[in-house]
């Protein structure tokens, strides 16, 4: 996936606003609340996106390109590098399970409001 891609894939799911923040990186919101944000660092574009906790470690070792969540809580967070070695389908899998985390801590209420 490119930039594009990401974008284009993120603003498909459903309340998806996007804003450019930190340093001209587009981020992505669900309701308000952030999902995915993007950076570029030296030759890669950087995905963080949040993770179940039970999980986080093992993703961190079993992929090299994916370590932990740039400035936010490395307990929940996992950046990954766009370099070609995860595949579209784990990287929109990755992004959908943050937007589902994201979308969770809402209240049912909030849910149900929001169409979620």
């Known amino acids: 996936m490119n930039m594009e891609d ?14 450019v923040q930190w340093e ?3 981020l992505f919101k669900v309701a ?11 030759d890669f574009i ?3 996106l949040k993770c179940a906790p039970d999980e986080i ?15 936010m809580n490395k307990k929940y967070w996992n950046s990954v590098a766009l ?3 995860i595949s579209d389908n784990m990287l ?11 979308v969770a801590q809402f209240s049912p209420e909030r849910r149900l409001e929001l169409g979620l």
């Open 6 to 19: 990401v974008t284009k894939y993120c603003q498909s799911l459903p309340l998806v606003t996007t804003e």
């Open 24 to 26: 001209n990186s587009p």
């Open 32 to 42: 308000g609340k952030i999902f995915c944000f993007t950076r570029q660092k030296e």
């Open 46 to 48: 950087y995905l963080t």
């Open 57 to 71: 470690l093992g993703l961190r070792r079993r992929f090299q390109a994916v370590g932990p969540g740039f400035h």
């Open 83 to 85: 370099d070609g070695s």
């Open 92 to 102: 929109r899998l990755w992004i959908n399970n943050s937007y589902r985390l994201v």
